[in-house]
């Protein structure tokens, strides 16, 4: 990618020094259980019909690529960090899968049926560079189309260390800190990152051009109790309580900002009939 810079890098080192995010999801956290089921239903519902052809950005090592493509849909993984690329390519199936920065998209305008940024927007801390990220992804989206955006809510690190017994005099410290500036210390864990308000991620997908925006909490409210009796003897009673109520509350305006993960779904404007240049010929 030549030069990378310093907020880029800390991303690649963190994810092919410190952290295996093709163990995440199937880990068996709760609160990943829940991220990975309700995101993956969100996008059935919504994604247009198969064969699709969807531009992944961020998309790590390939787990909701893949699903997707056994769905039927034609994916495209773009992600920073050439560890996840190369896990993506090496998986089964193999994805068609780049190194790619999502400020800038090595892809051609109108070019895909929807596009998700499930990972990027969170490790943007400056404003900037989340409004360039969310352009891009309108536009490589042909009109009409739809782009998904994930952010980490602004409240989900100190619930999740309230949840799992971690939170000290330090962290609800930087819960406080946490309010007004929304950026997430390294020293707690994690790289440099942004956190979100709910108004915020609609402000910068309006921001970037799209139109029609909605927010649906993914893990919904009650994934803390899950994670706090994750180890007890009602885990899996907690586990599928938690997922009925994250189904049932996923866009109540009151709760949507207790998941973990807020999810925008947005249209990018324009005529849905106009001719698309250069279609990528995705694999199936």
């Known amino acids: 990618m030549g030069h990378m810079d310093p907020q880029a890098r800390e991303i690649v080192d963190y994810y092919t020094l410190r952290y295996r995010e093709d163990l995440r999801l199937s880990a068996g956290r709760p609160q990943a259980r829940l991220e990975r089921q309700r995101t993956l239903e969100i996008l059935r519902e919504s994604l247009p019909p198969a064969p699709a052809r969807i531009l992944d950005v961020g998309g790590a090592?390939?787990?909701?690529?893949?699903?997707?493509?056994?769905?039927?849909h034609r994916v495209r993984l773009l992600d920073l960090v050439p560890a996840h690329v190369a896990q993506a390519r090496a998986g089964h199936p193999g994805l068609d899968a780049e190194v790619a920065d999502a400020r800038a998209l090595?892809?051609?305008?109108?070019?895909?049926?929807?596009?998700?940024?499930?990972?990027?927007?969170?490790h943007l801390p400056e404003h900037a560079d989340r409004c360039t990220a969310l352009a891009e992804a309108v536009r490589v989206t042909r009109p009409g189309g739809t782009v998904f955006a994930a952010a980490i809510s602004r409240f989900a690190l100190p619930l999740d260390f309230a949840a799992t017994g971690r939170l000290d005099d330090r962290t609800i410290e930087r819960a406080r800190t946490l309010l007004t500036d929304g950026r997430n210390d390294p020293?707690?864990?994690?790289?440099?990152?942004?956190?979100?308000?709910?108004?915020?991620?609609?402000?910068?997908?309006?921001?970037?051009?799209?139109?029609?925006?909605?927010?649906e909490g993914v893990e919904g409210p009650a994934w803390l109790a899950a994670e706090a009796g994750a180890h007890g003897p009602t885990a899996e009673q907690l586990f599928t309580a938690a997922l009925a109520l994250a189904r049932t509350y996923h866009d109540e305006p009151a709760l949507v900002a207790t998941s973990a993960h807020l999810l925008a779904r947005a249209t990018v404007p324009g005529d849905p009939s106009r001719t698309r240049p250069n279609q990528p010929d995705l694999p199936v």
């Open 61 to 72: 090592t390939g787990e909701y690529a893949r699903a997707l493509v056994a769905l039927g």
């Open 187 to 215: 020293v707690l864990g994690f790289t440099h990152a942004y956190f979100h308000r709910l108004e915020e991620l609609v402000d910068e997908c309006l921001t970037a051009g799209l139109v029609n925006v909605t927010v």
């Open 106 to 122: 090595p892809e051609d305008d109108d070019s895909y049926d929807a596009t998700l940024l499930l990972g990027p927007l969170y």
